[in-house]
């Protein structure tokens, strides 16, 4: 099945411990990006990749690291997480940029 | 910079009366726009998009989007609803004339739809 697969789906952490949420395609999209959703607020992107070694920021980056190693896989990075990166994280993928994004089943951060 | 609108929070439809849901864009050049909806407690789901060609786009779920370049518009609209379609909905685009920007798809805020029988 094509999918875009993030893990974990819960994670609750304390302020500071690094972390570093997975995603993972199998449908060999060139582009990749990491949303975040809060209420009030939509959708929100972090950071996209269009290619392997090629990322860049979206709207609110601070805080993050992303990379593209691989095709597939566009891991998000929380080097020192804060309770404001508390969230909910769409990870997401699309074959150009014609297309829309495939989006994954998200993951509910809590940082406490 | 490339913006996108949704100026109602909640819509609110009996099943069986049309709807609309309504979105605004902001781009230098000719734009890219998708409408997505979300079921609760799940993932983003693609309903359409308008890329180039006609302006009235056919999309999943029997939904449909007009595209109005004068108005700067892109409304979501179905002639009849279900309350099946409650659920939140986001607008979002792309402006492909801008260098680099071919994954930076933007999303609106979220219009919630609530159709009540």
């Known amino acids: 099945e094509a999918q875009v697969t993030q893990n974990p789906r819960y994670l609750i952490t304390v302020t500071g411990k690094k972390l570093t949420v997975t995603c993972s395609q199998n449908?060999?999209?060139?582009?990749m990006s990491w949303y975040r959703q809060d209420p009030g607020l939509g959708l929100r992107q972090i950071y996209y990749?269009?290619?392997?070694?090629?990322?860049d920021k979206g709207d609110v980056p601070e805080g993050y690291k992303v990379s593209r190693k691989e095709k597939r896989n566009f891991p998000l990075i929380l080097e020192s997480p804060s309770p404001n990166q508390t969230s909910l994280y769409f990870c997401?993928?699309?074959?150009?940029?014609?297309?829309?994004?495939?989006f994954g089943s998200g993951t509910r951060l809590t940082v406490v | 910079a490339q913006s996108v609108a949704q100026p109602e929070d909640q819509v609110n439809v009996a099943e069986g009366n049309p709807l609309t849901v309504k979105c605004t864009y902001s781009?230098?050049?000719?734009?890219?726009l998708f409408w997505y909806v979300q079921y609760p407690n799940r993932g983003l789901q693609f309903l359409l998009k308008?890329?180039?060609?006609?302006?009235l786009v056919k999309g999943s779920y029997g939904f449909e989007a007009e595209f109005n370049k004068s108005q700067t518009s892109f409304h979501l609209k179905k002639p009849s609803a279900l309350v099946s379609d409650s659920a939140l909905y986001f607008c979002a685009v792309r402006d492909p004339g801008r260098r680099g920007s071919q994954g930076n798809l933007i999303f609106g805020k979220g219009t919630k739809l609530s159709v009540k029988p």
């Open positions: 308008y890329i180039t060609g006609d302006n």
């Open positions: 990749s269009m290619n392997v070694e090629v990322t």
């Open positions: 781009v230098s050049g000719n734009p890219y």
């Open positions: 449908m060999n999209h060139e582009y």
């Open positions: 997401a993928s699309s074959p150009t940029g014609n297309y829309g994004y495939t």
